[in-house]
């Protein structure tokens, strides 16, 4: 045998060992609410070769590259365990059992670690429903998230979209719109629709099309809506005020996907989610870019900290440009978005004093808009309050987007040709460029990527998960 025939039998072993992984953790997920994770990265609805990707990632951070023998028989051990409505990484739970000093029956392991932590009788909440105001870019990527997460049924469940009536063939137009992206491709799986009941039904998600110009005329109850989380992706109100014309006779929460005025709490997940009054009922996921810088700032400011920033960030055009010249409210946005790049205000900066009221430092910040459809960059300027090097620097940023609070929203990539089309369709809502960074003894400059699309969508659909109680805690707790 050669030695590329070596090499590719080994490859079609590990393939093997992930392809039998599949139909685990899709089992896992429906029967039991357990989702299984690989250093916070979901193996959920994920093909073989995606599976053995993620598994390659952890090599890139740590310099060790973890094997799918080496998950498999966690994963046979999870799917004998009565354990329920949780979230289980795999590589925390090698990691726990290498620092036990490797025990050699792993399921006996498994079972300590995991249903001691859990207890076997916890269950899942029960189905908690969401309503989609307004269906443009974010609004049918966070219906595409909670159809693939429809799981067991008794997570969150997408019960209707509300929009204006554009004419004759509005469903089907609706229904393609999601189906087909230009950007992020085909949905994954099957869409029909009902059109005496204004139904669409993804996956066989039944989803009420509710024509309305006006959310105070709304009773959600007529629909069988009972207690929904209602997400406004129109950024029509975004004070109380306006907001609060949601709270309709099936709604009790209203979640914004812009930043919030007055006293509307801004929440980036993983940073301050867990300081959010569950209580209130008028909450706001701020804005895509605050939820990019706010991760880095904070883990920066955690171990080096902060004297003073500026943010500058190079951004993809929105639907709030004109295509051509013409009147616009804003001085530039009026120019063609396609054709030019655009100086812009951004509100980012002044949000971090909204999410970090800890930070002492002044951030400051702009943008500019470029000719791209998709994904976006943060140029970090930073004055650190001690003198570190690059090394120091990037070595805490691998581990804070492995491990912890900030693991799920924060990535980092050390890909010497990467461009911004590589994070397409990324859940993270930064992922930090390692070898892009300048290091000078107290002052650090970070480009940050960010899907300002679909990293959002992630970040939007995460804050309901745990404003409704369907955020099941991540085991085993480091």
Known sequence: MTVNEDIFDRWKDREQTAEAMIPIIGRLQREKDLTILLHSRSLMN??????????????????????????????????????????????LLLKAYRDAGEPEDIPGFTAGALVGATGADRKAPGPQDVVLYGFGRIGRLVARLLIEKTGSGNGLRLRAVVV?????????????????????????????????????IANGNEIQVIYSNDPSEIDYTSYGIDDAILIDNTGKWRDREGLSLHLRPGVKKVLLTAPGKGDVPNIVHGVNHLETD????????????????VPPLKAMEDEFGITRGHVETVHSFTNDQNLLDNYHKADRRGRSAPLNLVITETGA???????????????????????????????????????????EVLEHLRKVSLVGPLARCLDYTQANDAVSTDFVGARAASIVDGNAAIVDGDSAILYVWYDNEFGYSCQVLRIVQYISGVEYPTFPQV
Do not use: W, Y
Request: net charge neutral; aromatic share 2%; with cysteine.
């Open 164 to 200: 204006r009536k554009g004419g004759d063939g509005d469903l089907a137009k609706r229904a393609s719109l999601l189906r087909r992206d230009s950007i992020h491709g085909q949905f994954n799986g099957s869409i029909t629709v009902d059109d005496e009941r204004n139904v669409i």
């Open 46 to 91: 994920k093909s073989a070769v995606s599976i053995l990707k993620i598994h390659r990632f952890a090599r890139q951070i740590e310099g060790e590259e973890l094997s799918v023998a080496q998950t498999m028989p966690f994963l046979e051990a999870i799917a004998g365990l009565d354990v329920r409505a949780a979230k289980i990484d795999l590589a």
């Open 349 to 391: 900066a002044s949000a971090v004093a909204k999410v970090l009221p800890d930070l002492n430092a002044k951030i400051t910040g702009n943008s500019i808009r470029v000719p791209t459809p998709d994904v976006s960059i943060a140029i970090l300027s930073l004055q650190l309050q001690r003198e570190t090097t690059r090394e």
């Open 278 to 293: 569950l209580e209130e009922k008028i909450l706001s996921c701020a804005s895509c870019t605050t939820n990019a810088i």
